[in-house]
């Protein structure tokens, strides 16, 4: 059985290696001849590429000429008409060949053959001969034959060496001629103009159109005579006497070019492609087709031509067919392997698939094991970070409602900022990991485009105010306000792209805008949403990657911007998820404009407003807890007594408990108690999930909504409080106004303000100042009253400016005027100013009644803000300086000071401004303390060159 085994071996293993060679052999002639097709195919795309560039270049040089022979300088020279003509015509001869450096000379030679103008190409710059050095070219062809022509006639020359006084110029320099006649308007001839071209930059272009095949690139002349080799000896010949030519090297070669005017050919000297230029030709054929000029009379040497060729020489050919049969034998050799083991390798088959198969199982257990793990750790992660946030900013949110000092009140609202980026970093990093694991979930409901985006705007409109930019959100497109989507995460990636935006521009604006781009189908349309600021930009290099996890457009160790370098990286899935695409345009120092598009459908107005109006429902009213009970179960002490604090606040009464096993034994002997019930997850004796599940046992609880209050915010734990029983889910740290919301949602409760509240005397009226609207934005009275104050020093003064400057500095103008009275509630101002700036835009003149309008909202606003804000109530005591002091001393921390807010390092600063504050006394450096405790080393600069002019130091 064996020996008959090695026999069906054998007889097999020959007819495949008969087999095999047949195959090769054919293999090997069929590749061979592809190569030799392919580098033919190539070479003759190579030689017809230069060819065309030299018949462009011959076309450009045409053109060149008959645009000098129209220029009004020369025509004013030939009538005599001003005495500045030649100046004039020299210095446009210098500017063109300036704008064109293929230029050795252009030349003005009069009827008797003396150079009337000359500008030389000397040193990298055009030169003017100078009036004595002119000279005589009346025996010269060129000028025989030029002026002889009728009007629109061209000559041109051969390419040759250039001659100075008989003497052939060194180093070598070929060039050729283009020349025209010259007439005046009445028909009289005034000689030639002509140009003299540089055949080097002409080869060199050649050459160089071809990549790196140009090194076997050459061009020969009618005679055979090399203009460019691949042995530079052999070049110029005919003219160095030389006589080495193509035609006395290769005989059968040349006469098979003169046969034809492009081929391929191949004999013992390699395989050769040439394409043959006719210069006369180009010059007669460069008019475009159908034009109505007629022809150019051409005339010059006849048989002038240039030959484009190249060459593949023997030993590259053989080369390439040798690399055709390596790579085929070392196939052969492989297949032969192939064929001897394929036998073996039929036998152990199964056996490595089994093998796999269990390999494959085991790393797909791995895998989902560490998928667990990383969804364990981030559910723990979350509830212990959560969990005193939500205590940090809990108590900080009631600190915030208390009667404060000024400094206390400013630094609870520090407290509440850091708190809300530390969870929106940690938001970030959550979110990240839930659209990894495929967790997010995109919505498709209807909703109306403008107001997500006014809700965009009243969102970032703070923040956009703070650093006085202007954020201007530009008009939907027509047709396109009520569609069907995910709103939600379309306002989650704005808000990202916008506050990114905010984030690095130093000054200007931030502009949202959606386009339509094409409607697909009836009722289907694609819109793009940009996102344009006019911040630090993004370098091509980092573009590549800004959207890829943990990336930042400032990596430096002294970087001014912080993040996680998740947000674009959600963006971009967000926006893939719902189907479409984002990308950035930027450069630095110019801004940047992000972008993405997502497809739509279009609704009828009808369609949309039912659910919008029954969201904003409670919203709009006045939501008390009054009258509720409200159990809060939680194992941490800190939360339970924040919840109480909170929620008694607004009326309700709270029911306290530590862990689950207690809230339910309370319960059911208690079971109409309560109204609602805030649930914990994690607590020991008794989870949030199992509690919950007994609670829905007891029919006399069934009804009672139970609200999830977890620091875990994955979607399995929000799905998981769902299936237990739980009617919703609130994440900690929690929104205080969406919690009491919520809570009056679920018990239908609507009830009016508690009673015995006092409610707040009406706001005075100031025309032209909405201080309801500005307060919202801003949070604090006293530093929108500062604002406000700077408005009038910076804005005071712009409608009695606008009758002063251009149409596009007073565009400028009333757009930063206009956003900077909107950001501060400054309505009938911001509306007067976007009234203007559109006329202005449109290049309108009669602007003097919107410019009256302006001025008078203006004078209204003014007046209106010395009411609220009146100027004497902001008087910054920093002009009140220690006496004695030392002015030496005080101007050399004043200058170390600015290096150090220049920085912008806190740490470098304030043992500068403990100093600063030592020497002049704490109320002289209230102003500057307080721009560098808000971060804001700008505002502190302004600081110290303001103080710097009350003690009269320079720095």
């Known amino acids: 059985m064996a020996s008959n ?16 060679g047949a ?91 003396r150079e009337r103008m000359r500008v030389d190409w000397v040193d990298g710059q055009p030169r003017q001969v100078a009036a004595s050095r002119l000279q005589d070219k009346s025996g010269r062809r060129y000028f025989q034959v030029a002026s002889a022509l009728p009007p629109g006639g061209v000559h041109v020359s051969r390419l040759d060496l250039n001659i100075e006084h008989g003497i052939i110029e060194r180093p070598l320099k070929p060039v050729y001629r283009v020349a025209l006649p010259v007439f005046s308007d009445a028909g009289e001839r005034h000689g030639i103009l002509i140009a003299n071209y540089l055949g080097a930059p002409l080869l060199d272009a050649v050459v160089a159109a071809v990549g790196d095949d140009g090194a076997r690139l050459m ?155 990383k969804a364990d750790f981030l559910a723990n992660m979350s509830h212990e970070i959560r969990t005193p946030m939500n205590a940090i900013l809990g108590f900080s949110y009631l600190l915030g409602k208390m009667t404060l000092p000024d400094r206390a009140g400013v630094l609870v609202g520090r407290i509440q900022t850091a708190g809300r980026t530390l969870q929106g970093i940690i938001d970030d990093i959550l979110n990240f990991s839930r659209i990894e694991a495929g967790g997010v979930e995109i919505l498709d409901r209807p909703f109306d485009l403008a107001e997500l985006l006014d809700e965009v705007r009243e969102l970032m409109a703070l923040e956009a105010a703070e650093k006085r930019l202007n954020l201007q959100l530009l008009p939907v497109p027509e047709g396109c306000e009520r569609l069907r989507g995910d709103p939600l995460r379309i306002e989650q990636v704005l808000v990202n792209l916008i506050g990114n935006a905010l984030k690095f521009t130093e000054r200007g604006e931030v502009t949202v805008a959606v386009e339509r781009l094409r409607e697909a189908e009836a009722r289907q349309v694609w819109l793009r949403f940009s996102v344009t600021d006019t911040g630090i930009g993004i370098a091509p290099s980092q573009q590549r990657d800004i959207f890829s996890p943990f990336t930042q457009v400032d990596v430096s160790s002294t970087r001014r911007f912080g993040g996680t370098g998740l947000g674009l990286a959600i963006c971009q899935r967000l926006v893939e998820e719902m189907g479409g695409r984002i990308g950035v345009e930027s ?243 911001a509306e007067a100013a976007m009234a203007l700036n559109q006329l202005q835009r449109q290049g309108r003149d009669d602007t003097e009644e919107a410019r009256a309008r302006l001025q008078r909202a203006l004078d209204q606003a003014l007046a209106s803000i010395e009411r609220f804000a009146p100027a004497g109530a902001e008087t910054p005591p920093a002009t009140v300086v220690a006496a004695g002091v030392d002015p030496e001393r005080a101007r050399a921390l004043l200058g170390e000071l600015l290096a150090a807010l220049d920085s912008d390092s806190p740490a470098a600063i304030k043992p500068l401004l403990a100093d600063l504050e030592g020497l002049l006394g704490p109320s002289a450096v209230e102003t500057l303390r307080e721009a560098v405790e808000h971060f804001d080393f700008r505002g502190g600069e302004t600081a110290v060159h303001r103080l710097a002019e009350t003690l009269e130091v320079r720095l």
């Open 5 to 20: 085994a090695l026999r069906n071996f054998f007889v097999l293993y020959l007819g495949a290696l008969a087999l095999i």
């Open 23 to 113: 195959g090769v052999a054919f293999f090997v002639a069929a590749e061979i001849r592809h190569a030799h097709a392919v580098k033919a195919v190539a070479d003759g795309e190579m030689v017809t590429r230069a060819a065309q560039l030299a018949r462009q270049h011959l076309r450009d040089a045409i053109s060149d000429v008959e645009y000098l022979i129209r220029l009004p300088a020369l025509r004013d020279a030939v009538a005599g008409r001003r005495a500045d003509a030649m100046p004039r015509l020299a210095r446009q001869f210098s500017l063109y060949m300036i704008a064109n450096p293929k230029f050795d000379q252009l030349r003005w030679i009069g009827s008797d053959g």
């Open 219 to 373: 061009v020969v002349d009618q005679d055979g005579a090399w203009l460019r080799s691949q042995d530079p000896a052999d070049e110029w010949g005919f003219a160095l006497g030389t006589q080495v030519s193509l035609g006395a090297r290769y005989p059968e070669l040349w006469a098979a070019i003169q046969a034809a005017p492009s081929g391929q050919r191949q004999d013992e000297s390699g395989l050769w492609t040439w394409e043959t230029v006719v210069p006369l030709q180009e010059v007669a054929s460069s008019l475009p087709p159908g034009s109505s000029e007629p022809a150019p009379l051409v005339v010059g040497p006849q048989d002038h031509r240039w030959t484009v060729l190249a060459r593949l020489e023997p030993q590259q050919l053989a080369a390439m067919y040798g690399r055709v049969i390596a790579s085929v034998a070392g196939v052969s050799v492989v297949m032969a392997l192939v064929a001897a083991l394929l036998c073996v390798l039929i036998t152990r088959s199964q056996f490595r698939i089994e093998r796999l198969n269990q390999a494959l199982e085991q790393r797909a257990e791995a895998a989902e094991m560490a998928t667990r793990a």
């Open 587 to 829: 450069a630095p120092g110019q801004g940047s404009r992000f972008w993405f598009t997502l497809g739509f459908e279009v609704l009828a107005p009808q369609e949309v407003g039912d659910d919008a109006s029954r969201s904003d429902e409670v919203g709009r009213e006045a939501l008390s807890l009054a009258g509720l009970q409200v159990m809060v179960v939680d194992d941490s002490e800190i939360n339970r007594d924040l919840a109480r604090t909170i929620l008694a606040d607004v009326g309700a009464e709270v029911v306290l408990a530590d862990n689950g096993r207690e809230a339910v034994d309370w319960l059911n002997a208690h079971p109409d108690s309560v109204d609602l019930v805030l649930m914990d997850i994690q607590m020991p004796v008794l989870d949030g999930y199992e509690a919950t599940r007994q609670i829905r046992a007891n029919p006399a609880l069934e009804r009672v909504p139970v609200v999830a209050v977890s620091a875990g915010v994955l979607e399995s734990e929000r799905q998981a409080a769902l299936d237990a029983g739980m009617c919703a889910f609130v994440g900690k740290p929690f929104d205080v106004d969406e919690v009491v919301a919520l809570i009056a949602r679920l018990t239908r409760r609507r009830v009016a303000a508690r009673a015995g509240r006092r409610q707040p005397a009406p706001a005075p009226h100031y025309p032209g100042l909405d201080v309801e609207r500005g307060l919202a934005l801003w949070r604090d009275a006293k530093r929108y009253r500062r604002y406000l104050r700077q408005f009038v020093r910076d804005h005071g003064e712009d409608a009695r400016l606008l009758g002063a400057v251009d149409i596009e500095s007073g565009e400028r103008l009333t757009h930063k005027l206009k956003g900077a009275a909107g950001n501060l509630g400054l309505t009938d101002v």
